[in-house]
């Protein structure tokens, strides 16, 4: 290796003293910049005299040092009276300290700006700058963007003249042991005989303050300790590395370079504008169409595609691309197979770049033959998985190897799967970028082992789906559904694989039956209908009697939640034929107790069903059938207005719930409770029992029961007159509500919220709201809440002046409730038909129906919904000022 220290040092100081940049000098002598580099690294000097003249005019030092330049470019060494006579003049304090650039680079330049990564960018060079670091390495998965953004950090580092930079690719290289002279070859050095190129690398780094960044280090892993080696020789130079992997060096910090920030579903215009995902797409986009811009139309649009992309710059660059000739809308219709969308990238990047199969298959290509099978397996996963689901699915045989966690630790550390810390399951879960999942899945669908592996993944999550089931009603139960919930896309891939495929009806019908509480629990009901149905129906599907039954009881049940009593009365009647056939005893109970539940049989019907069924759960010594019977036999007596008897049995069927541990029961009683509590204006009672089951709904973060405690803690707040909490409670129930398609609670929140619309005097709105209510109470013949709809459109029909019509609704109200012998009911249709006679003048007959409804109402107006009890104070005043009648309230 040769030295012109001399030359170099001189030339550095001409530079600084003149404030140019050796970019500067380079243009004005026509070289390459790398030239005038090695000129000040010692390595090189100008080929001839002339250019060593035209260095020092440039420099404007031709009269003074031109003859020291040349001296010292051709290795003389001037007499010290020469030297000092041609020394450059020691210039200003200030001009020592100038912060014009004196170091260098080779950066390659981007031919695209730098979107987002300000965070990472910041982090790393501030990183860089600590006096204990000597390497930083930038893993992600492949596609993120680790390149771009060293070069990013790179250019910020030579642009603050810190430290000169070189860049350095390593993708080309397989051989570790290439690294070391790859890296000499970009500085341009040799090695000198006896000396090996280590050495002599080495040596030169010593006293340099250098960043030297190497990318794509992850197939030459390897060569870590080479770099570990250089830096105890040379302790200056500073190392940015980017692989898909951690070097597992001393000293090394890692900065992982995650996909880029991609907006929520419901975020606004601003916020998906400012995404980094969303920038990075709408600048590629501008790129192939000039006029694209993000708008309030296609905002929601680009959020999702950038979603399907897992925010992967390398991705939404090359669907950018496919903007030419597809619309996004069109772009993200084909996401359902990104692998062959996500092709044709820019020709000057390099092959593995050119398409994300390329890319994810690149990392691929440096696993050993037993990772890349456990790569492949993984992606039958949706959403996920534990390490013992991937053991149970993908090394059930051990032909991976006894120890799976070391592949899988080899995965995580290429970025290829991901390691989240569940503190709530307390256990590890792991997660693939769905385009690499992607990939997985069709390398495993290439292989002769697809259909082995799909079918290992089936039974074993019908299996931990009916574990579930059995403690789903027991003191585990918050557990257990967070559980199965977090595994509900897996769930997802197996109902459908068993409803394409032949000979697996049977499997798919008894996971929709084990997932009952899942569906039911966490507003998954018309999902979990849906798929009962379907396989139910398949006309292909031989189906065993005792899976039929249970099936027929799931889909019965979720139909009742919907409110669809007529479907739900068949099914659950076939389950109880089904099971009576049978001979199971539990199981028969079971089936029964649903029949009950459902409320689709009454009267003599209804007692024998419950004999029937007390006695097959005593025989059984089943606690916890005994106790939601007890419960479902209050439930009637309430809708009968035995509300005492209805309290003892809610009472005795709690302490059974809180013995056996079922959560979710003991919320269910607690709201009921309340709801009684609510009747009889007891409202710190009240109070109690709704803060109780609000506790343990939130625990079990549940929809079954929380829409119910919404619609009841409205009324609360409605009737004590805190109608903005009110309208809170029953819009987010409603909303809820239509998310899961449960009817009945969408239907008493609005009801609420006419109510609500009524005590502001909005009639408008109150009319539309009960419209809506009614409508979905008469699908579902529930005739005692269309009553109660039928009264409360009177009431609005006579505000409106509308008498004949409000008459029309409160005597059909009151038909029905006088039937059932409901007085409350009556006395509130008497108070509004009084309402309505005050109205039009008619005092004798507003007189004598208020005088009916106050013995009625007498001790419970504070009862009232506030827009009742204010239309019955103004009925009273108004009909006392024209009749003397001293029975008047």
Same mark, same amino acid.
Request: net charge negative; hydrophobic share 45%; with cysteine.
């Given at each position: 290796m040769n030295y012109y220290p001399e030359f170099s040092r001189l030339l550095n100081d001409y530079l600084a003293q003149t404030d140019r940049s050796p970019t500067w000098l380079a243009r004005q002598l026509g070289v390459n910049p790398s030239t005038v580099t090695r000129w000040l690294n010692h390595s090189t000097r100008p080929a001839n005299p002339e250019l060593v003249v035209q260095i020092a005019d440039a420099l404007g030092r031709a009269s003074e040092q031109e003859p020291l330049l040349v001296a010292a470019g051709y290795g003389y060494q001037p007499a010290a009276t020469t030297t000092a006579a041609l020394t450059p003049p020691t210039p200003p304090a200030q001009a020592i300290h100038s912060s014009a650039p004196r170091y260098h680079d080779n950066l390659p330049t981007p031919p695209t700006s730098l979107i987002g990564r300000q965070t990472e960018l910041a982090a790393v060079t501030a990183l860089l700058q600590q006096q204990d670091v000597w390497i930083v390495t930038l893993s992600g998965p492949g596609g993120s963007g680790k390149t771009r953004l060293a070069l990013a950090i790179g250019a910020a580092i030579a642009t603050n003249a810190v430290r000169d930079v070189y860049f350095i690719k390593l993708a080309p290289l397989q051989n570790p042991e290439l690294v070391l002279p790859t890296i000499a070859n970009v500085l341009e050095l040799t090695e000198i005989d006896g000396q090996s190129l280590a050495v002599a690398l080495a040596h030169y780094l010593r006293d340099r303050q250098m960043l030297l960044i190497l990318d794509n280090f992850e197939q030459v892993a390897t060569a870590a300790r080479h770099l570990a080696e250089l830096h105890r020789q040379a302790p200056s130079i500073l190392l940015l590395v980017t692989s898909r992997s951690p070097l597992q060096v001393r000293g090394e910090r890692?900065?992982?370079?995650?996909?880029?920030?991609?907006?929520?579903?419901?975020?606004?215009?601003?916020?998906?504008?400012? =995404?980094?995902?969303?920038?990075?797409?709408?600048? @590629?986009?501008?790129?192939? !169409?000039?006029?694209?811009?993000?708008?309030?139309?296609?905002?929601?649009?680009?959020?999702?595609? =950038?979603?399907?992309?897992?925010?992967?710059?390398?991705?939404?660059?090359?669907?950018?691309?496919?903007?030419?000739?597809?619309?996004?809308?069109?772009?993200?219709? @084909?996401?359902?197979?990104?692998?062959?969308?996500?092709?044709?990238?820019?020709?000057?990047?390099?092959?593995?770049?050119?398409?994300?199969?390329?890319?994810?298959?690149?990392? %691929?290509?440096?696993?050993?033959?037993?990772?890349?099978?456990?790569?492949?397996?993984?992606? &039958?996963?949706?959403?996920?998985?534990?390490?013992?689901?991937?053991?149970?699915? =993908?090394?059930?045989?051990?032909?991976?190897?006894?120890?799976?966690?070391?592949?899988?630790?080899?995965?995580?550390?290429?970025?290829?799967?991901?390691?989240? /810390?569940?503190?709530?399951?307390?256990?590890?879960?792991?997660?693939?970028?769905?385009?690499?999942?992607?990939?997985?899945?069709?390398?495993?669908?290439?292989?002769?082992?697809?259909?082995? &592996?799909?079918?290992?993944?089936?039974?074993?999550?019908?299996?931990?789906?009916?574990?579930?089931?059995?403690?789903?009603?027991?003191?585990? +139960?918050?557990?257990?559904?967070?559980?199965?919930?977090?595994?509900?896309?897996?769930?997802?891939? %197996?109902?459908?694989?068993?409803?394409?495929?032949?000979?697996?009806?049977?499997?798919?019908?008894?996971?929709?039956?084990?997932?009952?509480?899942?569906? @039911?629990?966490?507003?998954?009901?018309?999902?979990?209908?849906?798929?009962?149905?379907?396989?139910?129906?398949?006309?292909?599907?031989?189906?065993?009697?005792?899976? /039929?039954?249970?099936?027929?009881?799931?889909?019965? $049940?979720?139909?009742?939640? +919907?409110?669809?009593?007529?479907?739900?009365?068949?099914?659950?009647?076939?389950?109880?034929?089904?099971?009576?056939?049978?001979?199971? !005893?539990?199981?028969?109970?079971?089936?029964?107790?649903?029949? &009950?539940?459902?409320? =689709?049989?009454?009267?003599? !019907?209804?007692?024998? &069903?419950?004999?029937?069924?007390?006695?097959?759960? /005593?025989?059984?010594?089943?606690?916890?059938?005994?106790? $939601?019977?007890?419960?479902?036999?209050?439930?009637?007596?309430?809708?009968?207005?035995?509300y005492e008897q209805a309290e003892a049995m809610w009472a005795e069927a709690l302490v059974s719930m809180r013995k056996v541990g079922d959560k979710n029961g003991v919320a269910s009683l607690l709201l009921r409770l309340g709801d009684l509590a609510f009747m009889r204006n007891e409202l710190e009672r009240t109070e109690r029992f709704y803060a109780e089951c609000l506790s343990l709904v939130s625990e079990l973060d549940e929809t079954w029961v929380y829409p119910d405690l919404l619609i009841s803690q409205g009324k609360l707040a409605n009737a004590q007159r805190r109608f903005g909490q009110a309208s809170a409670l029953f819009k987010e129930c409603l909303a809820l509500s239509r998310q899961t398609g449960a009817a009945y609670a969408i239907a008493a929140s609005l009801c609420g919220l006419g109510d609500l619309a009524r005590c502001q005097n909005d009639y408008q709105q109150a009319n539309l709201y009960y419209r809506e209510s009614l409508s979905l109470y008469q699908q579902s013949d529930d005739q005692e809440q269309v009553a109660w709809l039928q009264h409360h459109l009177g009431h609005v029909a006579a505000a409106q002046g509308e008498y004949l019509r409000a008459k029309a609704h409160f005597n059909s109200s009151l038909l029905f409730f006088r039937q059932s012998g409901d007085e409350r009911g009556v006395a509130h249709c008497q108070a509004g038909l009084a309402c309505v006679h005050g109205m039009a003048t008619e005092w004798t007959a507003a007189a004598q129906l208020l005088n009916a409804a106050a013995a009625k109402l007498e001790g419970i107006s504070p009862r009232m919904a506030p827009a009742d009890f204010d239309a019955y104070q103004r009925t009273v005043v108004l009909v006392q000022g024209h009749v003397i009648a001293p029975n008047v309230i």
């Open positions: 890692e900065i992982f370079v995650p996909p880029l920030i991609l907006p929520g579903p419901t975020d606004s215009l601003a916020i998906i504008k400012a =995404c980094e995902a969303v920038r990075l797409f709408t600048a @590629r986009m501008q790129d192939v !169409q000039p006029d694209f811009a993000l708008t309030e139309e296609n905002a929601s649009t680009v959020a999702a595609l =950038c979603a399907k992309l897992d925010g992967l710059p390398l991705a939404i660059e090359l669907a950018a691309a496919r903007g030419r000739v597809l619309s996004i809308e069109a772009l993200l219709g @084909r996401l359902d197979n990104p692998l062959d969308l996500l092709t044709r990238g820019p020709q000057d990047l390099p092959d593995r770049q050119q398409t994300l199969r390329a890319t994810i298959g690149w990392s %691929v290509t440096l696993l050993t033959a037993t990772e890349q099978h456990l790569f492949r397996r993984l992606g &039958i996963f949706y959403g996920g998985f534990t390490l013992a689901s991937a053991e149970a699915v =993908c090394n059930v045989d051990g032909d991976l190897g006894d120890d799976l966690l070391e592949s899988l630790t080899t995965l995580v550390e290429q970025h290829l799967v991901q390691l989240v /810390r569940d503190r709530r399951q307390g256990e590890g879960r792991y997660t693939m970028l769905e385009t690499i999942r992607a990939f997985a899945h069709e390398q495993l669908a290439m292989s002769d082992e697809a259909e082995l &592996i799909r079918e290992r993944h089936a039974i074993h999550f019908c299996a931990l789906a009916k574990q579930g089931n059995e403690l789903g009603h027991g003191p585990e +139960q918050g557990v257990w559904l967070a559980r199965l919930e977090i595994e509900l896309n897996n769930f997802r891939a %197996v109902l459908s694989w068993s409803q394409h495929t032949a000979g697996q009806t049977e499997l798919g019908l008894h996971l929709v039956d084990a997932l009952y509480y899942l569906w @039911r629990s966490r507003g998954h009901v018309a999902e979990g209908r849906e798929w009962a149905t379907a396989l139910l129906a398949n006309p292909q599907a031989t189906i065993a009697t005792e899976v /039929r039954a249970n099936a027929s009881r799931t889909a019965g $049940l979720l139909a009742v939640i +919907q409110g669809d009593d007529a479907t739900a009365r068949l099914l659950l009647e076939e389950s109880v034929a089904l099971w009576r056939t049978l001979d199971n !005893q539990q199981s028969l109970a079971v089936s029964l107790m649903c029949l &009950i539940e459902s409320d =689709c049989v009454d009267g003599d !019907q209804f007692t024998a &069903i419950y004999e029937e069924c007390l006695a097959l759960f /005593r025989a059984l010594d089943d606690a916890w059938g005994i106790a $939601l019977l007890q419960s479902n036999q209050a439930n009637r007596a309430f809708m009968l207005h035995k």
